[in-house]
């Protein structure tokens, strides 16, 4: 065990599983460990580096603002901010005219339950089992899993979680009381399951009709990973609130809340932060978004999820029950638990995440290769041949 390990395990919270991996390098789609031990990251910070790790055009920003300006809170103007707001709302599209910018997912998810509840005056909201939204005691309210929640009831009142892609649970859960609609475009944590434009659309209408609120957590699904900028485009809906985070600044922390039209104007200090929006963070963020438009990387997510997805089902092993996903963003539900055979990855090279029990969950940078690609797919047919074989 190595004394970076040791280490951290003294004094860590505990509250984090860890591997026996030291990470201290990573270029792109690569990572290297303290033994120099190449990886192929399909982990990529739980989605938070889809443009890879050390991406030049962010590393150059980042650099060049730590020298000028690294704190300016919202109390004043800032001109990277500024810049940022607008390209934001411009890569939401039509139906969003504002910005609220924060630290992280659960913080965006957060904020996105206040607001909604500011607008319509109503508290109550429904969500989707297995959805996943933050561990924050709003987040963690709208979150389905109980093994996420139990140990923190009573949590915030008000919230009922109905069955993913069942659009008439859905219609018989909101009434006039509901805030909004909080939903996934694919459920990653849950077991990488994509909403049916049936159920998407129906949700949306829904809400128009009831007059709740429409907010789509894409803090996994945003920024090209499933072959859109944002997921929700591949349906054509308008969301009211848009909660994202992860890869919008290419691996440096931050959070964001799309604000639609359909809320009313906002007033100073119902909800506010100290760190969104800052200069490093601003300017991180602005080189991402140029990278993402520069390199095609929503075209290139597409094309390589779907030559991944057709590489993965090829594969034929008894132990595979389904391969699901949009894009880059790759489920492997298998027969058994996924745990054994991550393990079995991490030694041949290959870092994968889980899903629930029992799914193996791909989240490659979306800068990744094709033959980096071919190799993740080999390593998992290899893992599942020798598996059943045993």
Not at 28 to 55: F, K, M, P
Not at 176 to 182: L, R, S
Not at 359 to 371: A, G, K, N, S
Request: include cysteine; glycine fraction near 10%; charge should be neutral.
């Amino acid at each position: 065990m190595t004394n970076t390990i040791e280490r951290e395990n003294k004094f860590t919270s505990g509250l984090y599983v860890k591997r026996p991996i030291a990470l201290v390098r990573g270029q792109g789609a690569l990572v290297w460990d303290e033994t120099g031990r190449e990886y192929i990251d399909c982990v990529a910070g739980q989605g938070s580096a889809n443009l890879g790790h050390c991406h030049p055009a962010v590393v150059k920003a980042v650099t060049e603002q730590v020298q000028t300006l690294i704190t300016c809170t919202e109390m004043f103007y800032y001109a990277g901010r500024a810049e940022l707001e607008q390209r934001l709302v411009e890569a939401a599209g039509e139906g969003f005219n504002r910005v609220f910018l924060c630290n992280s997912g659960a913080e965006a998810v957060e904020g996105s339950l206040k607001l909604a509840r500011y607008a319509t005056g109503r508290t109550e909201f429904v969500a989707a089992k297995r959805g996943f939204h933050g561990r924050t005691m709003g987040a963690l309210s709208a979150t389905w899993n109980k093994k996420y929640r139990d140990a923190f009831l009573p949590l915030v009142p008000g919230f009922q979680h109905v069955t993913y892609n069942n659009l008439e649970e859905l219609r018989a859960a909101v009434s006039e009381k509901t805030a909004g609609v909080i939903l996934e475009v694919v459920q990653g944590e849950g077991g990488v399951y994509p909403g049916t434009p049936e159920f998407l659309r129906g949700a949306q209408e829904i809400c128009r009709e009831k007059g709740a609120l429409l907010i789509l957590d894409e803090v996994q699904t945003g920024f090209c990973r499933t072959g859109k900028m944002f997921a929700y485009q591949h349906y054509g809906l308008r969301p009211d609130l848009l909660a994202l985070a992860k890869s919008i600044g290419g691996g440096i922390p931050m959070g964001a809340i799309v604000i639609g039209e359909r809320i009313r104007q906002l007033e100073p200090a119902i909800h506010a932060n100290t760190f969104g929006g800052n200069p490093v963070t601003s300017a991180a963020a602005l080189a991402a978004l140029d990278a993402y438009e520069e390199e095609r990387l929503a075209e290139k997510a597409a094309a390589l999820g779907a030559n991944l997805a057709a590489k993965l089902r090829a594969i034929g092993s008894p132990l595979i029950r389904e391969v699901r996903g949009l894009g880059l963003m790759v489920g492997i539900e298998l027969k058994q638990k996924a745990t054994p055979y991550i393990a079995a990855l991490a030694e041949r090279g290959v870092l994968v995440l889980p899903a629930g029990l029992n799914v193996i969950r791909l989240l490659p940078p979306l800068v990744i290769t094709q033959p980096q690609l071919d190799t993740v797919a080999e390593q998992i047919a290899a893992v599942l041949a020798q598996r059943h074989a045993e």
